[in-house]
């Protein structure tokens, strides 16, 4: 059984950091690329950051790019997200996914086939 598991959230001041984990069961985890996602209330589903499988490359939405970096330990079949310089527009839900891509990764929800459950962050101005 495909698991993701987010965790790392919290409330967080302006100017902040946080780093989110997504620890991942079930599958070949070197043969996945894994996104990341936010939603906030009574907004669409936004796709923050992927990391491909192959090359460990990444891509990045225009809204944190150069303020959020993501890596994986494939050793320990977990991705992290780091989150810095937090502003109040960053407070969502954040969830972590999972597809088998030929290459690369995107960042269109609707790629992806597996989800956590979310982690709650918080950013208070």
């Known amino acids: 059984e495909v698991q993701l598991v987010e965790s790392g959230g919290g409330l967080v001041q302006a100017g902040g950091s946080l780093r989110l984990s997504c620890a991942a069961s079930?599958?070949?985890?070197?043969?996945?690329?894994i996104g990341w996602f936010r939603q906030a209330p009574g907004k669409e589903r936004e796709g923050v950051s992927c990391?491909?499988?192959?090359?460990?490359?990444?891509n990045y939405a225009d809204s944190v790019m150069g303020r959020f970096t993501a890596s994986r330990d494939n050793a320990k079949n977990t991705v992290y997200l780091q989150l810095n310089s937090l502003e109040p527009e960053d407070t969502a839900v954040y969830y972590c996914a999972t597809y088998s891509p030929p290459g690369g990764c995107v960042l269109q929800w609707r790629a992806y086939d597996y989800w956590g459950q979310g982690t709650q962050v918080t950013v208070s101005s």
């Open positions: 990391i491909s499988s192959s090359d460990d490359s990444t």
């Open positions: 079930g599958f070949t985890f070197d043969d996945y690329a």
